[in-house]
């Protein structure tokens, strides 16, 4: 996969070229190119921004230079703006990305877009409902869940199918050595080398840590029998 970012500071990308992703990059499992679309300004102060229309606090990024940066790219894929009214991102989105052979972000700073940008996207995405002084952070957090995803990435195959969302539950608890801890034990179905029990343990658990902790995400999700029957052990246990 390759990942385009037009942004006004690519030296902040550089936590995507350590650890895991970093190594797929060396092994050339995935290819960034930063674009620092002021490169694409034609005045002598290589301005990117002006005051809005109509008046108002801040300055707005102009499109001219983001258009040109955008036509200067051989390819883009699909065209990714960050922004606050964009749809939330989640895990299916990480997962459908995953699959593309290209894309392309657009990061915004300032007080936002010339509205003509959003013209240029194929679609406007936001990590929640909060403010950041700018769309790199947005950026790397939504490269980081969809690279992590390609194969070889992650070293381990079934690592990105076990962990939370993945299965629309949160992921069950996990332990390592010292099985006791200052009294704190390891539940005795994960030594006990029954892999039916344990799958089970861990199937329960992570319904449980759903129901607790975010109980919105069974909301979308379609329970079988047996997580119904979970489900009513569970709410049984917490009253």
Known sequence: MKINVLTLFPDMFTPLQV???GRGLEDKKWDLNLVNFRDFTTDAHHHVDDTPYGGGAGMVLQIMPIKKALDSLPSTGKVIITAPQGKTFNEQMA???AKEDELTFICGHYEGFDQRVYDLADETVSIG?????????????MIDATVRLIPGILGNAASPVEESFSHGLL?????????DFEGQKVPEVLTSGNHQKIDEWRHYQALKATYLHRPDMLEKRELS????KMLADIKAEAN
């Not at 409902?129 to 957090?141: A, I, R």
């Not at 992921?171 to 099985?179: C, K, L, S």
Request: net charge negative; aromatic share 12%.
């Open 95 to 97: 997962q459908d990305w």
């Open 19 to 21: 650890s895991m992703l």
């Open 171 to 179: 992921e069950y608890p996990q332990y390592t050595r010292p099985a």
């Open 129 to 141: 409902d909060y403010v950041l002084t700018g769309g790199e952070l947005p950026t790397m957090s």
């Open 225 to 228: 029998d047996e997580e119904k």
